[in-house]
DNA sequence: GCCGAATAGTCAAGCCTTCAACTACGCTAG
DNA sequence: CTAGCGTAGTTGAAGGCTTGACTATTCGGC
């Protein structure tokens, strides 16, 4: 579905002419719809008990758990995009809605005048604490309760080393990451 | 990030008892954290590669490819939301937009007066053959060549696992699959 | 000090997704 | 044959996301 032309190499050569396509073979294929298949179900799954079971969509989630683990709960708009994987206008209008619902408030940068600060209130602490034992079960049962631990391992492993590549500086938060 | 709220669960017991959350202990932290943000990225990247380039975001390319692959071009709407990982809806609206493009056009299915079949036309096809490549490299560039033969091989068990939790329908069609 | 370049963040327009009706058709029982 | 129920698909409104333009502030060289 997703690399493949019906019509393309079906007598590919091992290794095509530079130029050419490097087409996936049927085993690649199949590794990759998997992975992407169980990619988009898990996210999607997450996504959507924990939005109906609390109200909080993950995205949301994200943001308040990354304020709720920083000193003061309080952090740099762009820093809170860059730890949520989020661009700055998404992550803007986010802090936006959560601000109406009460659960964070902004604050002028002391040290920038540029800057803004998104702030974690008590109240947004509060439907945080409520809706993460809701998020782990989630975690628990549709992942880690399906894999043995060698599965975990090579999960880390990979996960990583796409890291690696994508995004150099991201995996470097992920090992002093506090929890 | 996302499983865990900063107060929470210091000295844990092993087994926590019923109606206690499961926290994630730090090594399964890492491991979903690194899941999930390599995921994320991956996607993001590709969609984002082969929007830019040629015009025709993932979920799009998802639906050419799924109707490029069946006998005569054409599927039923529901079959082909299944397939996309798709609700109705959101299909429905993404073939309205696609058949504004002229790559896809509606037909009443014959059988089942109720029923409608998304037909893949020519300009539509010409279109898929054009992105493929772009699609296919970028798979190549952000996934295969970043991994080892065991990995790719530890990435499609572990996709196909935690399919046969997800949706155990799904994945009688990744082994049927004609590419 | 002052000017130009870079950075932080916001905003508006357009596209996409979701949710909840809603239409239309087929199937089965009485 | 027709009433009632289930299925297939569409639609419109509401809200979220992306892109590009815009404002405000800081930094770095002169």
């Known amino acids: 579905m997703t690399a493949y032309v019906s019509s393309a190499s079906p007598g590919a050569p091992e ?9 996936l073979d049927a085993h690649e294929q199949r590794a990759w719809r998997a992975w992407l298949y169980s990619a988009q179900l ?5 996504d959507r008990e924990l939005t ?30 860059d730890k949520c994987l989020s661009s700055r206008s998404r992550l803007s209008h986010a802090v936006s809605r959560l601000e109406e619902r009460g659960w964070v408030r902004r604050q002028v940068c002391a040290e920038d005048g540029r800057g803004q600060l998104a ?6 602490f509060a439907a ?9 079960e989630g975690v628990r ?7 043995t631990p060698e599965q975990v391992e090579n999960m880390r492993d990979l996960g990583e080393t796409l ?9 470097k938060a992920l090992h002093q990451a506090p929890s």
Chains 1, 2 share one sequence.
């Open 119 to 124: 702030v974690l209130t008590d109240e947004g």
């Open 42 to 46: 898990l996210q999607d799954r997450l």
């Open 128 to 136: 945080l604490e409520a809706a993460a034992p809701v998020h782990v």
């Open 141 to 147: 049962t549709h992942l880690f309760d399906q894999l």
């Open 163 to 171: 890291l690696r590549h994508l995004d150099p500086t991201t995996i």
């Open 52 to 81: 109906h079971e609390t109200g909080i969509s993950h995205a949301y989630y994200e943001i308040l758990v990354a304020l709720s683990e920083t000193e003061g709960r309080m952090m740099r708009m762009s820093e809170l995009a």
């Open 15 to 23: 290794t095509p002419p530079p130029g050419e396509p490097r087409w």
